[in-house]
């Protein structure tokens, strides 16, 4: 055993899963199912009426009390309308990519722990599906596979717009979870364990989100970006690739893309929840309050109320920021937050290991934090671009945007000579002006 793991019984959390008979693992996995379609449902729902209040617009609100059932309407509407595939698409691609983006989604919902040991039919078993010693990287190897769908729905359609939106989703994809995956590295090294369920047990005390604050915030920026919601919806610009990678889906197909989406959305939230917000412990002050809030049923309320505070920040986002440009959306991914997750994480190792093996005075630890802050101010606020246009020199030639019958766009320095029907207009009116 590592020393980084020195003290920490894997075996005890994990041995508690693997004895369950079939019915209950059945029973589970349907809850599970079902848990997440009503989720994103009720988040089509709240996505909507957040919005509209922001916006001081009303919002869904005709069917169903509140206009609950709207969500579930649209989802009716989708079911009939016709299903269309382009001429120019690859047909088999196009009807397995929304599937190939669908069931991923659901997939990883199977290591998240919403609660404790708890009774259900007369059995004692986990809240949570099963565990396993690399939960959290079986979580993120799963969620990669998604990405799939989303460029083999865009190759095949056989559209422009749609291949575009697909090769940014990828390159989003690649860019933002390097960062998310170090930000990981710290949660890590800090429970000595991989597995979701030794995680939230070892939040008991304190939350990593507190003393692991750069690792939250790189975590939260980073799993907007993976989940292409905005300001970095960028595969779905409207503005530039009318929809994106599923332009030319409709019906069903286009929404499993939809439920994909939104089942993204709650499975970065619930991961965020149980490695940095203590999972389904009960906030501070009623677990200090009330002595039962972390047994029974009762911890799943605490963890889906914390899914819903993340899901909130994804409404209030979009609602409030506008889209980044792609050039600065990969700009800060690769030059801002690989940088300082790198850095945190080699500073969180040397603080532990230091500590492992005897530690060092607060002198000592106060320089370090100085300087581990200074660099990371550094790197967020030093724009390293360079102004590419240069100063006209004299006798420099005119710019021909027209030369070799294509029209170029002309660099800042360069000056682009009249167009032809424009002299010959000035012309005239200089002429008509003498006379």
């Known amino acids: 055993m590592t020393p980084l793991l020195a003290g920490f019984d894997t075996a005890k959390g994990l041995s508690a899963f693997g004895h369950d008979p079939v019915w209950i ?10 848990i997440l379609v009503l989720l994103t449902l009720f988040n089509i729902w709240w996505e909507r009426r957040v919005v509209a209040r922001m916006q001081h617009r009303i919002g869904p609100n005709v069917h169903g009390p509140f206009g609950l ?22 047909k088999a691609v196009f009807l397995i990519a929304p599937v190939l983006a669908t069931i991923p989604a659901f997939l990883t919902f199977s290591v998240i722990p919403f609660g404790p040991t708890v009774s259900m039919f007369g059995h004692r078993t986990p809240l949570q ?23 083999l729905g865009g190759w095949s359609s056989g559209s422009t717009y749609s291949l575009l939106g697909g090769l940014r989703s990828s390159a989003q994809m690649i860019s933002y979870e390097v960062s998310m995956g170090l930000a990981l590295v710290a949660v890590f090294l800090y429970a000595g364990s991989m597995s979701t369920s030794e995680i939230v047990a070892a939040q008991d005390r304190f939350w990593y989100g507190l003393i692991l604050a750069p690792s939250f915030v790189i975590y939260v920026i ?3 970006g993976e989940t292409n919601r905005a300001p970095f919806d960028l595969p779905e610009a409207e503005g530039e690739l009318v929809g994106g990678f599923h332009t030319e889906y409709s019906s069903l197909k286009f929404a499993l893309f939809f439920l994909a989406e939104y089942i993204n959305m709650a499975t970065v939230s619930a991961l965020a929840t149980t490695l940095f917000l203590g999972g389904w412990h009960a906030p501070w002050p009623i ?16 963890f889906m109320g914390k899914v819903l505070a993340f899901i909130f920040v994804f409404i209030w986002l979009r609602g409030s920021l506008p889209r980044l440009r792609y050039d600065q959306f990969m700009h800060f991914g690769w030059k801002r937050l690989i940088p300082i997750s790198l850095l945190w994480t080699i500073a969180v190792a040397s603080i532990r290991t230091i500590n492992l093996n005897g530690g ?28 590419v246009a240069e100063p006209e020199t004299e006798g420099e030639e005119a710019f021909d945007a027209f030369a070799g019958g294509y029209p170029v766009p002309p660099l800042e320095s360069a000056q682009q000579p009249a167009r032809p029907a424009a002299a010959a207009v000035a012309q005239l009116e200089t002429e008509g002006g003498a006379a």
């Not at 059932?69 to 690859?90: F, H, N, R, T, W």
């Not at 677990?287 to 799943?300: E, R």
């Open 287 to 302: 677990n200090q309050l009330w002595d039962g809030a972390n047994s029974g049923y009762w911890p799943f309320v605490w």
């Open 222 to 224: 980073s799993m907007i």
């Open 129 to 151: 599906l099963t565990d396993m010693p690399v939960a959290v990287l079986f979580v993120m190897a799963i969620a990669s596979i998604g990405i799939y769908g989303i460029v």
């Open 25 to 34: 693992i059945i029973i589970k996995a349907v809850l599970i199912f079902l």
């Open 69 to 90: 059932l709207q969500s579930l309407a649209d989802g009716v509407k989708l079911a009939l309308k016709e299903d269309l595939i382009p001429k120019a698409a690859d």
């Open 360 to 387: 060092f005075n607060r002198q000592d630890l106060y320089i370090a934090i100085g300087i581990l802050v200074a660099l990371i101010i550094v790197l967020l606020f030093f724009d390293d671009r360079r102004a």
